[in-house]
């Protein structure tokens, strides 16, 4: 699993993922990256290892990554504009400054680029654009060495927290929220209550209203289906709680945002995991599963032979008694043409032998009724045989 440097709620969350399979006798090795943009560039790597990941939304789409498919929506992760020394209200305010939009294959650098750029701010000539990861920001903001400081995280993030309640440092409300809404669907319009980060100083000291995109649990497609069922065990485990963007329930979510949900998370969000791992341990949930794999082509291929196979053995017995009628049919034709000299005896002795030989002819119980029948045709043509 690709997960955000150490610090992010990200990499707090994957390691409650990985303790949940862990209780599975599952292995969950993380990978740590930049952020979401390596992350997704590892997942779309067959080579590289990594299977899963949180992707936020606006990063990829089903045509840049058709490999890879989503479990479902698990929480918001806002666009946190933090600014010292002045309230950022117009983006114009943004020129000149020293902004800090996080490193190279973070999602904060990749959103913050296209947004900057779609107020016209996306050069040094318009601003000083700066790398530093988010620790390392939030320190140079509130010791006053750069401007402003731009996030793409959940509101559980600590260096969030850290400048939410910093009294030196603002966080901007996000104006014409709505045209942006508009123009980047995977985008929400959320309000951040005033005093929620710090009730005593009132901390933020008024709504802030936020954009904030939906992270996705994304998987590539071959990820075996057992272990994407209990990726989303773990996923309603972890995110189906209550908190300052959701409601309790809300998450996960079957929604596609920038890629279509998986066949497996539609069926669980439909009906839950399969009965199998429900009701078994995991271990042997799947040894049992890949049994039933190996004999549902056996199935298929004895089915039609079960079915034939009786057909066959019934028609080659009544062969048999069909037989023993055509040799009594030349019996009849002889006794009809008695002028060749043939005597009673000579019949009978024959109709006897006949006889015999179907006394001790095995039929299964279906074709019974026949042998019975023949033996009364024997004892009709011993009838005729005898007059003669």
Known sequence: MAIDPEGSFNAEIAQQYREHLARSGIELKLVPTAGAVESLSLLNNSNSGVSIAI????ITTQEESPRLISLGALFYEPIWMFSRGQVLEKHEHLRSLRISIGPEGSASRAQS?????????FDQKSATILNFPPQESAQKLMAGETDVAIYVDSWETPVVQQLLKSPEV??????????????YPYLNKLVLPAGVADLAENRPPADVTLLASKASLVVRDDLHPAIQYLLLEAASQIHSGPGIFRASGQFPAPESIDLPLGAHAVQYYKTGSPFLQRNLPFWLAILIQQILVLLIPVAGVLYPLFRVVPKTFVWFQRRRVYKVYSELKLLEEELAAAGRGKTANDFINRLDQLEDHVSHLWVPPSLRPEIYDLRSHIDLVRVEAQRN
Not at 55 to 58: R, Y
Request: net charge positive; aromatic share 8%; proline share 4%.
């Open 113 to 121: 680029l296209e947004f900057l750029a779609r107020v016209g701010i």
């Open 170 to 183: 603002n966080l901007a409300s996000m104006r014409r929220a709505d045209a942006f809404v508009a123009l």
């Open 55 to 58: 992707i936020p939304g606006g």
